[in-house]
């Protein structure tokens, strides 16, 4: 069923839907390893980020970054 | 310091703090998101669920016009972009009582009504900006996969700038819970059950064209023209909007911002 449907302007229609649940998945990553965060173990933090479509990304950035960075 | 600088200074901080990244990400997620799911993803769920039914059945089931792909999107954004926008921002004014940072303005010199109005100005236009563009690519998704239907982008423009004042409006209501209170969850809390209560009310008392909750059913209608009723309806909004700032301002006059 879906090869059938998957034609290329498909595949290109679910670019950015990819690129944005990727793109905010790997920035949230990279601040968790490289930066630190809040409230969580970065363990937890990254485990919400990859599991939790979307909204992970977005809790983390609203209540896992750390915020006292010079 | 001039109004601009205040400008600025929450320009800077919906970028920092990845605000503006927060409400883009998430309505463009489910704007993209809901066509290719009742393209894709659900009628394949239904055939691999339901082996033997028929065609007829199935789109019955399922979604298959663009109208009702840009409703099911204005639904979701009701109910989990109201999570991501109540969230992202919560701490507008709580955490900046909390964290003592409110003080450095008033310091130097800035008014109250100020402060207010220019996270209303920045916050405000963005989640206008956001709804909109959101929307028309729901609208240029859901056309290309299901064709399109809607005579023109007016009413898909008119759709995203009522969704987006409603928006104004419950980030008027975040700004004013911030005044009462310090921790920035709760009132993100607060303001996610004052929207889905106060549309619960309005559905059941039928009273949803006084109140901003009527902006959603009349974006969720993408008609071209403008019913009387809606004029109403976006007075009691942009008055509820007027009297939230208020009370906020003269709340922040009241406050002890050194209180700890």
Known sequence: MLPEILTTEIVLMLLPLVAIQLGLMVFCLVKIFKEGVENLSKGLWALIVICINLLGPAIFLIVGRRKDLK | MSMTSTLKKDFMDGIRNYKFLIIFAGFMFFALLTPIMNKLVLPGLLK?????????????????????????????????????????????????????????????????????????????LSLILVTTVSILSNYLYSGILFGFEIDGVIPVLKAGI???????????????????????????????????????LGNLLDINGFTPAGLLIEAEKLENGSAAGLYITTAITIGLIVVFVAASILKLRKTDLTRR
């Open chain 2, 48 to 124: 691999s669920q339901f082996p033997g039914m028929d065609q007829e059945t199935m789109n019955s089931m399922l979604v298959t016009t663009q109208i009702g792909n840009i409703r099911g999107y204005l639904g979701d954004i009701f109910e989990i972009g109201m999570i991501i926008v109540s969230f992202t921002f919560c701490g507008a004014i709580a955490m900046e009582i909390r964290e003592y940072t409110l003080i450095l303005p008033v310091c130097s010199g800035k008014r109250y009504s100020e402060i207010i109005l220019s996270k209303m100005i920045v916050f405000g």
């Open chain 2, 162 to 200: 009522l969704q987006g004042l409603y928006m104004v409006f419950i980030l008027s209501v975040i700004v004013f819970l911030g005044t009462l209170m310090r921790n920035q969850i709760i009132v993100g809390l607060l303001t996610l059950i004052f929207a889905y209560v106060s549309r619960l």
